[in-house]
Antibody
């Protein structure tokens, strides 16, 4: 069964950086766009970013643009999210999710998530 | 920014039909997707491209579209269907995904 497993979450002070990773298995990773989606405590889902199959095309939510960077390593089936200048409002569960292409934005396979807490 | 609007909550008795709507002015031109999120779990896609059901999703889940509104229908609701449901689509004016605010389905 297709799997995604996030890691790298933790407690970080405001203004600091954190890198999340997502390991993909049991599907052909380089054939799919990939997303990051987050969920603040008690709140709904918020889309964060998407990266194309080859990593050449990326898009970000306005709330993270300029601070977060999505990347992928197709040789190691890994998705990453580099988060800089973290704010308390970035506190959330971060999910990686498999997409389709850069045309159809949907998420058909989800990881279990990793929790990021931004607090002093 | 583009918004998708869902009712905050829907309640039904077991065996009844639950209907959850999602409104957005780009929905006539953009596909909608639906996700189920049970408490403490990751989301699961239950409908894609307005009305398609992924493999493994029970037949009681269906989707439809009419104008600026898409609808998730659950026939013969079961206790296990109690969850938050989110619609999602693509922004009409840019390369962004958008989620609705979510609807909490309570099975009485």
């Amino acid at each position: 069964q297709m799997q995604l497993e996030e890691s790298g979450g933790g407690v970080v002070q405001p203004g600091r950086s954190l890198r999340l990773s997502c390991a993909a298995s049991k599907f052909t990773f380089n054939m799919y766009a990939m997303h990051w989606v987050r969920q603040a405590p008690g709140k709904g889902l918020e889309w964060v970013a998407i990266i194309s199959e080859d990593g050449g095309d990326k898009s970000y939510a306005d709330s993270v643009k300029g601070r977060f960077t999505i990347s992928r390593d197709n040789s190691n089936n890994t998705l990453s999210l580099h988060m800089n200048s973290l704010r308390p409002e970035d506190t959330a569960i971060y999910y990686c999710a498999r997409g389709d292409t850069m045309v159809n934005y949907y998420m058909d396979v989800w990881g279990k998530g990793t929790t990021v807490t931004v607090s002093s | 920014s583009y918004e998708l609007t869902q009712p905050p909550s829907v309640s039904v008795s077991p065996g009844q039909t639950a209907t959850i709507t999602c409104s957005g002015d780009a929905l006539p031109k953009k596909y909608a997707y639906w996700y189920q999120q049970r408490t403490g779990q990751a989301p699961v896609m239950v409908i894609y491209k307005d009305n398609q059901r992924p493999s493994g999703i029970p037949e009681r889940f269906s989707g439809s579209s009419s104008g600026t509104t898409v609808t998730l229908t659950i026939n013969g609701v079961q206790a296990e269907d109690e969850a938050d449901y989110y619609c999602q689509s693509k922004d009409k004016s840019g390369p962004y995904a958008v989620f609705g605010g979510g609807t909490k389905l309570t099975v009485l």
